[in-house]
């Protein structure tokens, strides 16, 4: 750390306490400080051993050769804070500021700043205000600068960046204990859980001691964070199994997750058509019949649900059937592709729009659980055909997707490479990167 900086550093300290003091000159692009805590920790590993007097002195003099750079303080509105406390801990003069918030209109909003606000403090060393920012709701920011004839208040555009954030953590209790530990915006969990959802379940499948890597976006205003944007890239590690997907776009605003080999992450076929189920009765060649009372071939599964449950269309496809049709009552049959087939049966009503010839789109809604046909009680029985054989729908291999499409293989690898490499940085390590 070169020496200026360091000793800017430090006598800041007394007036803003280990929050967040650091000196450096302002930047004039809107390029967002650096996140304050890693600067705090900075601070702290540099550390010297005390100056002598005279070195003490000798540094002062210096330093008063040169221009002053600002001290750039944050601080955050915390419950119970009135607006002095804030500005106390960013070191700043406090009285000539409240006078001028008492006088100017625009500025009255300082007296009401919600928790977790964000208030980035320019001054000089001995406190003296230069500037004072804060974001307002919307995309404005209110800033209290120090001009020819005092203090005067400015209305801003928002000062909005994207960045980059990578994080890791381990799973010790649960998925949102570990993110939050890591720092990770819940809306970026909730990315994650659905992009690996056709791989991994997140209910039963996670273990102690999983891990994450995240590369995602984060919008800030200035140097608070306002919002989560997308995850970019992740690994998943489940049970020793290492799962990972980058994010790319084929077309703008078409994007999609893969595996970094460019493999889709979703299954062509959703695992069930409905959502939370118990498996009443499995799939088997051969079961007592509750009603016949005959042995027969259970040729599906029988997904217990409450009556009226939506289910959905486990694939795109096309309706084949859709209507009453003896021990199966309401039932709708699909095809998928040539070589695939669902079906629906006991359906307290089939959804409108769902008939012979329509199409369907995954995960669209097509029917509700009933008890119609030869039924003890609401539950749906679903089948899957392949090449018009029957398959353990619990069990069948279901295909992929499509990968990225060849034309797309050159753009795919030149996208996703830097967000591979940022994904390995971030395992270990938390950290902002630059971007773009
Ligand atoms: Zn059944």
């Known amino acids: 750390m070169p020496k200026k900086r360091l000793i800017v550093a430090l006598l800041a300290l007394p007036f803003a306490g280990i929050m967040a003091a650091f000196g450096f000159a302002p930047k004039t692009t809107a390029e967002p400080p650096v996140d304050f805590r890693m600067v705090t920790t900075a601070i702290s590993l540099e550390s010297p051993p005390e100056p002598t007097f005279e070195e003490a002195v000798a540094q002062l003099q210096v330093r008063s050769d040169e221009t002053e750079p600002p001290i750039v303080s944050l601080d955050t509105v915390r419950a119970g804070d009135t607006l002095s406390d804030v500005l106390h801990r960013l070191g700043v003069q406090i009285d000539e500021i409240l006078a001028f918030v008492r006088d100017d209109p625009r500025a009255h909003e300082l007296l009401r700043l919600p928790v977790g606000r964000v208030l980035m403090a320019r001054t000089q060393p001995d406190g003296a205000?230069?500037?004072?920012?804060?974001?307002?709701d919307g995309e404005s920011a209110?800033?209290?600068?120090?001009?020819?004839?005092?203090l005067y208040s400015i209305l801003l555009a928002a000062d909005v960046s994207r960045q980059v954030q990578m994080r890791s953590g381990v799973i010790r209790s649960s998925l949102f204990g570990a993110t939050d530990a890591a720092g990770v915006p819940d809306a970026v969990t909730v990315q994650l859980v659905k992009v690996f959802s056709a791989d991994i379940d997140f209910h039963a499948d996670l273990r102690k001691g999983d891990r994450f890597s995240l590369v995602y976006e984060q919008y800030y205003d200035g140097a608070e964070a306002i919002?989560?944007?997308?995850?970019?890239?992740?690994?998943f590690i489940n049970q020793d199994r290492t799962y990972r997907a980058v994010y790319f776009e084929q077309q703008p605003g078409a994007g999609d997750y893969y595996t970094p080999e460019g493999e889709s992450l979703h299954k062509a076929f959703l695992r069930s058509p409905v959502?939370?189920?118990?498996?009443?009765?499995g799939f088997s060649m051969a079961r007592l019949h509750p009603i016949l009372n005959t042995w027969r071939a259970h040729k599906g599964v029988d997904l217990a649900a409450p009556e009226g449950t939506p289910i959905v269309a486990v694939a795109d496809g096309i309706v084949t059937t859709a209507g009453r049709k003896g021990g199966y009552g309401n039932v709708i049959e699909l095809r998928h592709d040539q070589q695939y087939g669902t079906l629906y049966g006991h359906l307290s009503r089939i959804h409108d729009g769902?008939?012979?010839g329509a199409k369907v789109a995954q995960g669209e809604v097509i029917g509700y659980v009933g008890s119609t046909g030869w039924a003890t009680g609401p539950h749906l029985h679903y089948e899957?055909?392949?090449?018009?054989?029957?398959?353990?729908?619990l069990g069948v291999a279901l295909p992929h997707?499509?990968?990225?499409?060849?034309?797309?293989?050159e753009s795919f690898v030149a996208a996703t490479a830097?967000?591979?490499?940022?994904?390995?940085?971030?395992?270990?390590?938390?950290?902002?990167?630059?971007?773009e």
């Open 129 to 136: 205000l230069l500037s004072l920012r804060v974001r307002r």
């Open 142 to 150: 209110l800033e209290i600068r120090r001009g020819k004839l005092g």
């Open 227 to 235: 919002k989560a944007g997308r995850l970019l890239a992740a690994e």
């Open 275 to 281: 959502e939370f189920s118990r498996v009443t009765s």
């Open 354 to 356: 769902i008939r012979t």
């Open 384 to 393: 899957f055909l392949v090449n018009g054989v029957h398959q353990d729908p």
């Open 401 to 409: 997707a499509s990968p990225v499409p060849e034309r797309y293989r």
């Open 418 to 435: 830097p967000l591979l490499t940022n994904l390995s940085l971030a395992q270990g390590a938390s950290q902002v990167a630059k971007f």
